[in-house]
């Protein structure tokens, strides 16, 4: 029975299938307005470095077949994007994200034939709403093979800079005072993703009934 339970343990380590990807980008376009105040200036030119991540075993919430196109929306709290600024500026999903509607967010869309706009693409959301300011990060990756990018709207287990035009947008925004803020990735680059502490959690549990297994086993008299 222990052996039974460790191995369900240890499969559910391997349940976890994050991807990391980190790029850098350079800011190419910016509209303000208001006082923006508490917000270091993001203006073209700004450099922009930052991470996005989400786990390949999230199911989908919603699902959407066209004529043109399937799509496909992904919620989960396994999912983000931070990015800091040069000017001191720095982005990272706020606490809110248990609220289902402020979960980090990722939209697939794969056409099924050419035709003008025609372009899959990944579009990744984050949220963060913190004393009256609203802030939403986003990735979104078009396409360069048209519709050939993506072959279903699976959430993808690689991508490359080579095969899509990314850009990173931030909205930032406290009642009248906002800034619209878009910059052009440059890199693109996916590293080995750390393990949730759930997971080291899993695994150490594992291991430990493994451990007792062994040891009711040398402490059994031989027949």
Known sequence: ??????????AGVGQAQVVKFEFTA?????????????????AQGTKISGVFYYDLSTPPDVSQSGTDFDSKTYNSLNT?????????????????AADSLLQPTIDIRNYHAAGEGHNDALYLYAYNIDGGIEQQGQITLIGKNGHNTFNSVALPSALSLGD??????????HGDNFVRFEASIDTLQQVAAVPE????????????LMGALASRRQRQPSA
């Not at 502490?197 to 430990?208: I, K, S, V, W």
Request: proline share 5%; aromatic share 10%.
């Open 1 to 10: 029975m222990l052996s039974g339970m460790a191995l369900v343990l240890l």
């Open 26 to 42: 350079t800011g190419s376009t910016a509209q303000t307005g208001g006082d923006l105040g508490a917000i270091p200036a993001l």
């Open 80 to 96: 983000s994007l931070t990015f800091s600024a040069n000017t001191g500026y720095s982005f990272a999903p706020g606490a809110n």
């Open 164 to 173: 899509f035009d990314g850009t990173l947008q931030l909205l930032w925004q």
């Open 197 to 208: 502490p759930e997971t080291y959690a899993m695994l150490g549990a594992g291991l430990l």
